[in-house]
Structures are given as structure tokens and as C-alpha cells.
């Protein structure tokens, strides 16, 4: 009797595993699975600048182009200085992950070199063959 029970025990445990390992879509976080990708990029400080030290938040959209504009969540989306002319610093939020809406963050903070001179940073969104960039302005002053 103690080994008809264990065994059902065994049976139910084994069941329950299978229902769930089934879950998911069965692509792992982070594989971009797609014909054609967009990334924008976005600082949202316009033409103002920002000061040495200032920080700002980038937006990177990630959409899937292969079904009218879906967006991609889940995916991760590594930050990078095209041109970094103040020493400035970018760090992903998140770890850079899409989120349900295809938005991944970083933050964004000016250097301090070449005070009193206005100059540009160039930082680009990427994934797998895509991606997206945005200049923003250092601006002078002492």
C-alpha cells in the first residue's frame, strides 16, 4: 500500500513538472525573433543640452516591423557611446530588458571633460542587427 501511495505521489509530481515546463512561448528572454526591427532612441532634452553632471533618462522603443509595428518586449537592449566627447556615462535599467510596451531605459549622465566648450555625445540602442541613436548636447560653462 506504502508503494502504490509513493508511486502516485511520484506520478502527480512528474504531471504537475510537465504542465509546467510546457509554459512560455518557447523563445528565451532576451532572442529577438523577428524579420525587421525598428529602435528609436529618445533623451528627451531636445535642443536645451545638458550641463556637466546632468543626467537624463534615454528611452530606447523597441517594434516589430513584421507585423505592423508590434512591440517587442523582453528583449534586451544594450546602450553604447557612438562618440563620447564629455567622458560621460550611460547605465541600463533593468539590465536594459524591453518591457511590455517595447521600452527599455538607461541613464544618461554628461562628463565633465573639455569644460566651456559645448560638444556632442553620440549613444546608440542596439540588438541583433538593429538599432538607433541619438546626439545629445554637452553644453559649456564652467
Partial sequence: MKRRKSLMIIFILLWGLFFISGCGDGIPEGTLNTTGATVALDAGTGNSGLAAGM???LTATLMDKSKTSVPL???VITFAFLSNE???TVTAMNGGVTDSVGKAYAVYTAGTLKTGLTIQDIVQAHIA???GQVVILRTGGK
Wanted: charged share 0%; aromatic share 8%; glycine share 24%.
Fill in 86 to 88: 564629455s567622458g560621460a
Fill in 129 to 131: 542587427g538593429y538599432s
Fill in 73 to 75: 518586449s523582453g528583449q
Fill in 55 to 57: 543626467s537624463c533618462i
